[in-house]
């Protein structure tokens, strides 16, 4: 199962920036203008004169992880940890990213658990992979499939639990329309994947009890 979830987590990567022929920053803010257009306004108007400039520097900010590689994050690892080998957890890592579908928000927090193999990465290393993979048009499962996927490939842990929890704009200001509802989103390894208590325990930590 394990080999599965490496499979379709490498299926679901985006296509390198070396295969995808990236539009001048010109090209980007004509596209804003007549996005503007479509929408009713003028953009020859003093208010939105310099909105194409601004949404586009806006843009390589907000999708700037589509230039960054997440595994450069997990490489160095530490052996040195008094023969730790329970559980380590960084829970309510903060985080926004965009559907895919309607390049909208979606905002929530990441839970991620992991028993150490070998050694164990900086505790912001996992929080720099969950923003690294949030800054591209997403969707909440491959997000969430990406994180686990590449932790698991680079640090190869006895065990890998990831939860995500977001509210997702395209519900709220369109469509339905239902403030408040949050999407939840889980991906096992290892033994939270084949021991049930031990995904009880990770439940448990991320609701704030004990162990």
């Known amino acids: ?21 990236r539009p001048s920053r010109e090209e980007a803010e004509a ?7 479509w929408a009713g306004d003028d953009p020859d108007r003093e208010g939105l004169l310099d909105t194409p400039k601004r949404v586009t ?7 700037g992880g589509y ?18 080998q329970d559980i380590v957890m960084v829970r309510g ?20 658990a992991y028993y150490p193999a070998e050694g164990v990465v900086g505790l912001s290393k996992l929080a720099r992979v969950v923003d690294i993979f949030a800054k591209r048009l997403q ?3 491959n997000l969430t499939a990406q994180i686990t996927s590449a932790i698991d490939d680079q640090l190869a842990p006895r065990g890998l639990a990831v939860m995500l929890e977001a509210e997702h704009q395209c519900m709220t200001m369109r469509g339905v329309q239902k403030p408040g509802v949050s999407t939840i989103t889980t991906q096992f390894t290892g033994i939270f994947q084949d021991e049930a208590a031990e995904q009880a325990k990770f439940m448990s930590l991320v609701r704030g009890g004990g162990l």
């Open 1 to 21: 199962m394990d080999a599965m979830l490496k499979t379709v987590g490498k299926k679901l990567e985006r296509k390198s920036q070396d295969d995808l022929a």
């Open 31 to 37: 596209a804003v203008r007549t996005l503007l257009a």
């Open 57 to 63: 520097k806006a843009y390589g900010q907000i999708f």
């Open 67 to 84: 230039f960054e590689d997440p595994t450069e994050h997990l490489k160095r690892t530490f052996e040195d940890v008094g023969g730790y």
């Open 93 to 112: 890592i903060p985080f926004h990213s965009h559907c895919e579908h309607h390049m909208l928000p979606f905002i929530g927090t990441a839970h991620i």
């Open 139 to 141: 969707t909440q499962e």
